[in-house]
């Protein structure tokens, strides 16, 4: 859905023109943050080529419906990073001097995401330092804005996001070792005596027990002694409990206040900065790759400039398809 660009091209350049100072600081922000995922590409693709043994995942596309479920968290996350990314450049090109075309959102398979298209006539017959201004603005302003989200998850959830305070019971199963002991909303902070923080803890915990053993499972406000299941008719013992994936903060809001907040910072911070961090790589026609462009442009003039940024994105093109490959193969 296209929308009126005006209220964007009405813009005062004069008052917004501090807009030049963050955006000429956007542009080595995306520098160091293309550098740094690229540097981190490099170094997982050399470990998976000669240390196959020892490879781990370590680039997982975001795709929503495939590698992250498509829940409410994570369509409010997109969308919202969509439209700050979009308007952060749209603002930037006004503030520069190039007028914005069209500028509007869409909803492609229920995912939403947005766009603006500065004039391009204005574009090509900008100087080089104006465009990069332009499009550092985006990554800047998702950087920023997943900063922000996570600077509220810290003061709102007591150890976010390194030490979590228990598992929460989202569920429990009808006649299962748990019903009518444990309630949804539970949260699980020991068992047998045997502090529990964090949904590996459990797993790891779970290991050493069998099925028909008694357990003692410690919860925020009690004891409940539980004598363990077999999980579809095998020797692994079974709890009965549905678990959140998402970890348990300990928080002055009400459970379910908390959870679908701390659910929506979650996504909120991971996508804004993976989107920042990925779209600064230097890879044409990422904004990354545009930036390098036009540095490279400057020093160098157009023509060199476009086959020296045509080498570096081919060069990045293949390390990170090879890693991201290599992650999805091993997700299977």
Known sequence: MDLPADFINKL????????????????????IMGSI??????ISFFKTLFQSSQAS??????????TVSLTPAVIISIFLLAIVHELAHGYSSVVEGISVRKLGFFILFVIPGAFTEPDDAEMKKAEPKKRARIEAAGSASNLALGLLFLIIAVLIF?????????????????DGPSYGKLR??????GING???NS???LQKLKEGMKPGQTVVIQTLDRNVSIVLGASNNSTQPLIGVLLSPLPYYRTFLPINIAMP???????????NLGVAMFNSLPLVPLDGGLIVRDLLEIVYGKERAEYLIKAISLMTAVVLIFDMASSLIMLK
């Open 12 to 31: 005062d350049k004069n008052k917004f023109s501090w807009m030049r100072k963050i955006s000429t600081a956007s542009i080595w922000i995306s520098i």
């Open 199 to 201: 949904m590996d803890q």
């Open 261 to 271: 907040l701390e659910e929506f910072l979650f996504w909120a911070i991971i996508l």
């Open 184 to 189: 949804p909303g539970d949260v699980i902070i």
């Open 194 to 196: 045997t502090r529990i």
């Open 37 to 42: 995922t690229l540097i981190y590409l490099f």
């Open 57 to 66: 995942i370590s680039v997982i596309p975001v795709i929503p419906g495939i």
């Open 158 to 174: 007591q150890g976010f996001p390194t030490s979590p305070h228990g598992v929460l019971v989202s569920d429990v199963m009808k």
